[in-house]
């Protein structure tokens, strides 16, 4: 067995690689993974859709099995089979990677490892709308006793492991975490508000999601005609595509041609978050969301729903309000209670940005190698709830 210095061969098989917070998550390890020596190569059942020229500058190998169909993904089992060969250990992340990933890997005779990042199985469906807590449930309980680690990163998804039958024994909490040096340097590249044509004294909200209900856009539509009301001259940046985007463009024109901007993908989202005033997602379900933690690693106060482990992060940082999920009016008024006071703003900034260290993507990265080689030596799995507690780690202080 390798000593602490060991360098592993690992297969990251995932769904795909766009620009959601699973993928962005796994694109943060990938490349930490790499640049601490190890050997990495991401397999996607599906297709890539980002721009994979970071992940090759850091030595990450990408494939793409572009299986879209049920049969073409039975099929990728043997394409999974034949890279695991090559790998030490085989990393799945989300439904249904989790499922064809682990075949794969178990026919390889590889140690495999799966990261949850249910929003709640209710919200999972398939693309015709069925949902498939049923067939999640079974194969969880009768693959999850195969599985190395099940990696959580909400502490909620915990009990929600053990009811489906995953052994407990078997489940470690490794939180999501963001590059939070480069992602400060980042935001000092721009966009600004004077590009975007929105005047300096113009609250400013962010909302950073695809556009589906979950995600609650038209929560933030009705929430800021009130706050356009009450406090003047309010705008949103939308950030994000998806099936409910035409809907939510419908009713934020009735709030007037510059209420909303609806700025679709984009790889200069931490400019347009440091640009904000909040960042905001009144969602229906969550794991723990990247789009937050992007916010408050940049000072940015968050208002969102007391879904998933959002509660959970805002009391490590107190960067933000959480409310009901089913409220907007309790949205819209912590909404306007942080815009109108800037005490209260500078507060949750200063808090959030000092907190950032905790949810650093190096973190994460030294966690997940710790539980990779926990897998591949058949040892006991390492546990990481003391370096979240309130005390832990040491604050960075925000500049003045």
Same mark, same amino acid.
């Given at each position: 067995?390798?000593?602490?210095?060991?360098?592993?061969?690992? #297969?990251?098989?995932?769904?795909?690689?766009? !620009?959601?917070?699973?993928?962005t998550q796994l694109v943060h390890l990938?490349?930490?993974?790499?640049?601490?020596?190890?050997? /990495?190569?991401?397999?996607?059942?599906?297709?890539? +859709?980002?721009?994979?020229?970071?992940?090759?500058?850091?030595?990450?190998?990408?494939?793409?099995?572009f299986a879209s169909t049920r049969f073409? @993904?039975?099929?990728?089992?043997?394409?999974?089979?034949?890279?695991?060969?090559?790998?030490?250990?085989?990393?799945?992340?989300?439904?249904?990677?989790?499922?064809?990933?682990?075949?794969?890997?178990?026919?390889?005779?590889?140690?495999?490892?799966?990261?949850?990042?249910?929003?709640?199985?209710?919200?999972?469906?398939?693309?015709?709308?069925?949902?498939? =807590?049923?067939?999640?449930?079974?194969?969880? !309980?009768? #693959?999850?006793?195969?599985?190395?680690?099940?990696?959580?990163?909400?502490?909620?998804?915990?009990?929600? #492991?053990?009811? $489906?039958?995953?052994?407990?024994?078997?489940?470690?909490?490794?939180?999501?975490?963001?590059?939070?040096?480069?992602?400060?340097?980042?935001?000092?590249?721009?966009?600004?508000?004077?590009?975007?044509?929105?005047?300096?004294?113009?609250?400013?909200?962010?909302?950073?999601?695809?556009?589906?209900?979950?995600?609650?856009?038209? +929560?933030?539509?009705?929430?800021?005609?009130?706050?356009?009301?009450?406090?003047?001259?309010?705008? /949103?940046? &939308? /950030?994000?595509?998806?099936?409910?985007?035409?809907?939510?463009?419908?009713?934020?024109?009735?709030?007037?041609?510059?209420?909303?901007?609806?700025?679709?993908?984009?790889?200069?989202?931490?400019?347009?978050?440091?640009?904000?005033?909040?960042?905001?997602?009144?969602?229906?379900? $969550?794991?723990?969301?990247m789009s937050l933690i992007e916010a408050?690693? #940049?000072?940015?106060?968050?208002?969102?729903?007391? =879904?998933?482990?959002?509660?959970?992060?805002?009391?490590? !940082?107190?960067?933000? /309000?959480?409310?009901?999920?089913?409220?907007?009016?309790?949205?819209?008024?912590?909404?306007?209670?942080?815009?109108?006071?800037?005490?209260?703003?500078?507060?949750?900034?200063?808090?959030?940005?000092?907190?950032?260290?905790?949810?650093?993507?190096?973190?994460?990265?030294?966690?997940?190698?710790? =539980?990779? @080689?926990?897998?591949?030596?058949?040892?006991?799995?390492?546990? &990481?709830?003391? $370096?979240?507690?309130?005390?832990?780690?040491?604050?960075?202080?925000?500049?003045?």
């Amino acid at each position: 067995m390798g000593g602490p210095n060991q360098k592993l061969r690992i #297969l990251l098989v995932m769904n795909g690689l766009g !620009w959601a917070g699973a993928e962005t998550q796994l694109v943060h390890l990938a490349i930490g993974l790499a640049e601490n020596g190890h050997q /990495v190569e991401i397999l996607a059942i599906g297709s890539t +859709t980002i721009d994979l020229e970071p992940l090759h500058a850091a030595g990450v190998k990408t494939t793409a099995v572009f299986a879209s169909t049920r049969f073409a @993904k039975v099929r990728s089992v043997g394409t999974i089979f034949r890279h695991a060969r090559r790998a030490d250990v085989v990393h799945c992340t989300g439904w249904d990677a989790t499922l064809w990933g682990r075949l794969g890997a178990l026919l390889a005779r590889r140690p495999m490892l799966i990261t949850e990042h249910t929003p709640g199985r209710e919200l999972q469906v398939s693309r015709s709308g069925d949902r498939r =807590v049923r067939l999640i449930n079974l194969h969880n !309980w009768i #693959l999850g006793r195969f599985t190395a680690a099940n990696i959580v990163v909400a502490q909620w998804q915990i009990k929600l #492991l053990e009811d $489906e039958g995953v052994p407990a024994a078997s489940i470690v909490h490794i939180p999501n975490a963001v590059p939070v040096d480069e992602l400060r340097r980042r935001s000092t590249e721009g966009p600004t508000r004077e590009s975007l044509g929105i005047p300096d004294a113009v609250k400013v909200l962010a909302h950073v999601a695809r556009f589906s209900p979950q995600k609650g856009q038209a +929560t933030t539509v009705r929430a800021l005609g009130r706050l356009r009301e009450e406090l003047g001259d309010v705008r /949103v940046l &939308f /950030v994000g595509e998806g099936q409910e985007q035409g809907a939510v463009e419908t009713a934020a024109a009735d709030l007037g041609p510059d209420a909303a901007y609806f700025l679709g993908l984009r790889d200069d989202v931490p400019g347009l978050l440091a640009l904000a005033d909040l960042a905001v997602l009144p969602s229906l379900g $969550e794991g723990l969301p990247m789009s937050l933690i992007e916010a408050l690693a #940049l000072g940015t106060p968050v208002v969102a729903s007391d =879904v998933g482990d959002i509660p959970w992060l805002l009391e490590r !940082w107190d960067g933000g /309000v959480c409310v009901d999920k089913d409220d907007w009016e309790a949205f819209e008024r912590a909404c306007r209670s942080i815009l109108e006071d800037p005490v209260a703003h500078e507060r949750l900034s200063r808090r959030g940005y000092e907190g950032a260290s905790r949810f650093d993507a190096d973190g994460m990265t030294r966690r997940y190698e710790a =539980v990779f @080689k926990a897998a591949v030596e058949g040892g006991p799995l390492p546990r &990481f709830e003391a $370096e979240f507690e309130a005390d832990a780690g040491t604050p960075t202080l925000r500049p003045a």
